[in-house]
T-cell receptor
Framework: AQKITQTQPGMFVQEKEAVTLDCTYDTSDPSYGLFWYKQPSSGEMIFLIYQGSYDQQNATEGRYSLNFQKARKSANLVISASQLGDSAMYFCAMREGRFKGGSEKLVFGKGTKLTVNP | DSGVTQTPKHLITATGQRVTLRCSPR?????VYWYQQSLDQGLQFLIQYYNGEERAKGNILERFSAQQFPDLHSELNLSSLELGDSALYFC?????????????FGDGTRLSIL
């Protein structure tokens, strides 16, 4: 079963508008972390924002915020005031089992390609 | 700039050959991860090292191996290369501690098998 699901292969948004990229996850571990990464066409992976499973408040980093709904197992990324430079692939990732002494590997979704139109 | 350095950026080689990808983690990061990104499989975890020791293995083929050296740089060795090994290979590093820390990725090595 897929651990991370990103249901939007592609999204379009007008410059200066807000956009929400969806991410749902599947885990039975009470301790996990959720991450969003941006991959521009040049290929590098850029860390954007992190949400821990025990965090009481939604994470925010500048124009990025995470709409974390634990009961629904969703961690949607909200980008406010979109800019042309936001056009990229966006990946949601999860890390499980942090306190079990296991790997801190990330499991990634398939990504959403965001296009910002002028 | 993530602080993670990967070399080379591009590698073109033929089937059956062997290549070595190199990664220098961010200063202070003891943990190194290798990921493979391909069109059909997406981003997949290969292997993790922590302070020189293998910590976890993912979907890494037996033809692939890795190691982390005392200076903490890591190498991923790919042998008997096949066309399907063409992919973008990422190295990431992180600090392991009480706080959950993100993994910071290098720019990747794009491997093309002809």
């Amino acid at each position: 079963a897929q651990k991370i699901t990103q249901t939007q292969p592609g999204m379009f948004v007008q410059e200066k508008e807000a956009v929400t990229l969806d991410c749902t996850y599947d885990t039975s571990d009470p301790s996990y972390g959720l991450f969003w990464y941006k991959q521009p066409s040049s290929g590098e992976m850029i860390f954007l924002i992190y949400q821990g499973s025990y965090d009481q408040q939604n994470a925010t980093e500048g124009r990025y915020s995470l709409n974390f709904q634990k009961a629904r197992k969703s961690a949607n990324l909200v980008i406010s005031a979109s800019q042309l430079g936001d056009s990229a692939m966006y990946f949601c990732a999860m890390r499980e089992g942090r306190f079990k002494g296991g790997s801190e590997k990330l499991v990634f979704g398939k990504g959403t390609k965001l296009t910002v139109n002028p | 700039d993530s602080g993670v350095t990967q070399t080379p950026k591009h590698l073109i080689t033929a089937t059956g050959q062997r290549v070595t990808l190199r990664c220098s983690p961010r200063s202070g990061d003891l943990s190194v991860y290798w990921y493979q990104q391909s069109l059909d499989q997406g981003l997949q975890f290969l292997i993790q090292y922590y302070n020189g020791e293998e910590r976890a293995k993912g979907n890494i083929l037996e033809r692939f191996s890795a190691q982390q050296f005392p200076d903490l740089h890591s190498e991923l060795n790919l042998s008997s290369l096949e066309l399907g090994d063409s992919a973008l290979y990422f190295c990431a590093s992180s600090v392991l501690g009480e706080e959950d820390q993100p993994q910071h990725f290098g720019d990747g090595t794009r491997l093309s098998i002809l």
